[in-house]
T-cell receptor, first 111, second 113 residues
């Protein structure tokens, strides 16, 4: 089983709509979780960390479900500028310096 | 505040040529990483350096060597380039605490013909 799995999509979303997607991870000892955003032909950039209590940053909400070992990202009121690939990133366990990446969820916001 | 700087941004090599990709960070991060990204494959770890003076293999190390020159700099060398090494290469750095993510460089687009 892969460390981090994501449905690549694409997720075609009408402008103004809400889109949500999940990422599952295999290592139950994983401690830290992140969502990164990657635009076409650019480097990944940190979108937000994911905390146990969940967190929100403007139109973006991230949730963690440890029991089922998945994290989620929800984007409300989608903008054209939200079109990108969203990478799920997991720190497998403390002391391990290597982060595990999913292949990404591709979001295309349609006018 | 430059963050992570990679050079060159683009490179075309002939099969069998060698080259070194340079990476430097100015954030006083302990750990540095080299990834490659290919269509449909996601990011794959080539080598990483948890701290100055140490390097470790990642998922796809064959055909590459690395040098952690000092805390700031981490270079990736292709000794004899092959077409299979055509890819986008990203350098990244991290503080090495459990709750920190990566900062990426802007990437090097390498084509081997």
């Amino acid at each position: 089983r892969k460390e981090v799995e994501q449905d690549p999509g694409p997720f075609n979303v009408p402008e103004g709509a809400t889109v949500a997607f999940n990422c599952t991870y295999s290592n139950s000892a994983s401690q830290s979780f992140f969502w990164y955003r990657q635009d076409c032909r650019k480097e990944p950039k940190l979108l937000m960390s994911v905390y146990s209590s969940g967190n929100e940053d403007g139109r973006f909400t991230a949730q963690l479900n440890r029991a089922s070992q998945y994290i989620s990202l929800l984007i409300r009121d989608s903008k054209l500028s939200d079109s990108a690939t969203y990478l799920c990133v997991v720190v497998p366990d403390y002391g391990n310096n290597r982060l595990a990446f999913g292949k990404g969820n591709q979001v295309v916001v349609i006018p | 505040n430059a963050g992570v700087t990679q050079t060159p941004k683009f490179q075309v090599l002939k099969t069998g040529q060698s080259m070194t990709l340079q990476c430097a960070q100015d954030m006083n991060h302990n750990s540095m990483y080299w990834y490659r990204q290919d269509p449909g494959m996601g990011l794959r770890l080539i080598y990483y350096s948890a701290s100055e003076g140490t390097t470790d293999k990642g998922e796809v190390p064959n055909g590459y060597n690395v040098s952690r020159l000092n805390k700031r700099e981490f270079s990736l060398r292709l000794e004899s380039a092959a077409p299979s090494q055509t890819s986008v290469y990203f350098c990244a750095s991290r503080i090495s605490l459990g709750d920190s993510g990566y900062t990426f460089g802007s990437g090097t687009r390498l084509t081997v013909v």
